[in-house]
């Protein structure tokens, strides 16, 4: 919006007032994963969204690649340095003003108000939107992997290397640190993370649903005995660099966190375990035996809006359309995800503000089909009000079907080329028609 000359003045609580997830006052920090995930926008809906999101100039985007880290595939960052570079970008726009004060109440006297609070929106604001929906807003449960010292992994048992050698964009094909399991130790570490102490529900938690992308991993070990080597502990593509000729049953992962290479968060192992049952199961992973935990895994409680049922097609309450909302809080998944539709609504918001239309993303591009999850738009049939509304991360089957079937390994580069051309058109004003 600043950059399109509209004023704008940022509120944020922080760090005056934190959350149970934050621990800074900076800007866009990461209290999950610091990996963005897959980079291949020929091959992945969310490598596509990173594309989509660089060719319109996305301020998170440009701070990630700043910032990026080795990850295989991947697009991981250094936490610390993103969050960094991204205060600093917001800190320099002079049309924006940025107030440290927790906002409760939505005063009638501000005309054009974004809500990107986030899945941890703070109790006050969250009762003045439940009275502004009529309705209760809906929950899920998220949760926050380990991190752990590299100099405390025993690299005569663990090694380095990316599933099937894959370089990314900072990577060398090395970029993962993995532990091998033998079938005895695999079917050992899925009794105990299953009979391990969890942490207690609190009342209003317990019929509160998990986002099933990103499960605690004792609640994956509960859904199959195979479950987590088919899942985060996966051995496909890595071969012990100790024992060549020996293939591990299961591989737990490591990717690197921080821009030194000095931490490294467990893939996959979010966690409602209690910290003295990770401490003592985690070590049980062969090379983690001495593991120092610069951060243990947690949970906490994620809240959205029944988007379909309450915004329109660019993200205002119908209700009461001077107020929009925009991020996790509108029902998608992820960092990038979430950035997406705060980009989106920046767009949206800065159009109404200069007297022009919004201008929406063709349906075929990643940023439409995510707006189109979260308004309902590829469900047109289905009653937003009785359907099961989810958050979701972007994927191919929330596109169009292309018009042309290609063979079955073509068809999620053709989806994503047609996406970029139609992209490309809509930047240019020159509509969106398909470029199957």
Not at 251 to 268: A, C, Y
Not at 295 to 303: C, E, F, Q, S, W
Request: hydrophobic share 40%.
């Amino acid at each position: 919006m600043a950059r399109r000359g509209v004023p704008v003045v940022l509120h944020e609580m922080r760090p005056v007032r934190s959350t149970a997830a934050h621990k800074t006052g900076q800007f866009a920090e990461l209290v999950c994963s610091n990996s963005f995930r897959s980079d291949d926008a020929g091959g992945s809906a969310i490598g596509l969204l990173h594309a989509e999101m660089r060719r319109l100039d996305s301020l998170v985007l440009r701070a990630a690649d700043a910032c990026k880290l080795p990850a295989g595939g991947a697009l991981a960052v250094d936490r610390d340095g993103f969050a960094a570079t991204v205060t600093a970008a917001i800190e320099g726009e002079p049309l924006i003003r940025i107030d440290r004060q927790e906002v409760s109440a939505l005063p009638a006297e501000w005309d054009s108000v974004i809500i990107a609070t986030g899945p941890l929106t703070s109790p006050a604001l969250a009762d003045t939107i439940r009275l502004l929906t009529g309705e209760d807003a809906l929950a899920f449960f998220d949760a926050i992997a380990p991190i752990v010292h590299r100099d405390t992994v025993d690299f005569g048992i663990a090694w380095f290397q990316s599933r099937y050698d894959k370089t990314g964009p900072a990577g060398s094909g090395a970029d993962y640190i993995n532990c091998p399991l033998t079938k005895e130790q695999y079917e050992a570490f899925v009794d105990a993370l299953i009979a391990g102490d969890k942490i207690a529900f609190r009342d209003f938690e317990t019929t509160t649903p998990y986002f099933d992308g990103c499960l605690p991993i004792e609640v994956m070990a509960k859904r199959g005995r195979e479950t987590l080597r088919h899942g985060p502990m996966k051995p496909f593509g890595l071969t012990d660099a100790h024992r060549p000729d020996t293939k591990p049953y299961a591989v737990v992962q490591l990717r690197q966190d921080n821009k030194l290479g000095t931490l490294f968060n467990m893939v996959g192992f979010q966690t409602k375990l209690k910290h003295s049952e990770q401490l003592r199961i985690f070590r049980t992973i062969p090379g983690l035996a001495s593991a120092e935990f610069a951060r243990l895994g947690g949970l906490h409680r994620n809240t959205f809006l029944n988007s379909p049922k309450l915004l329109d097609h660019t993200l205002r309450l119908k209700a009461m359309p001077r107020l929009r909302f925009a991020g996790q809080i509108t029902g998608c998944e992820g960092y990038v995800e979430s950035a997406a539709i705060g980009l989106l609504a920046g767009r949206f918001a800065a159009a109404e503000q200069l007297g022009a239309q919004p201008d929406i993303p063709p349906p075929t591009t990643a940023h439409g089909a995510l707006l189109g999850h979260i308004i309902g738009g590829h469900l047109a049939t289905i009653d937003a009000g009785t359907r099961s509304f989810q958050p979701m991360n972007v994927n191919f089957g929330l596109f169009p079907p292309l018009a042309r079937r290609p063979a079955r390994n073509g068809q999620k580069s053709a989806l994503s080329a047609r996406a970029q051309a139609d992209l490309d058109r809509w930047i240019s004003g020159r509509g969106a028609q398909a470029a199957e």
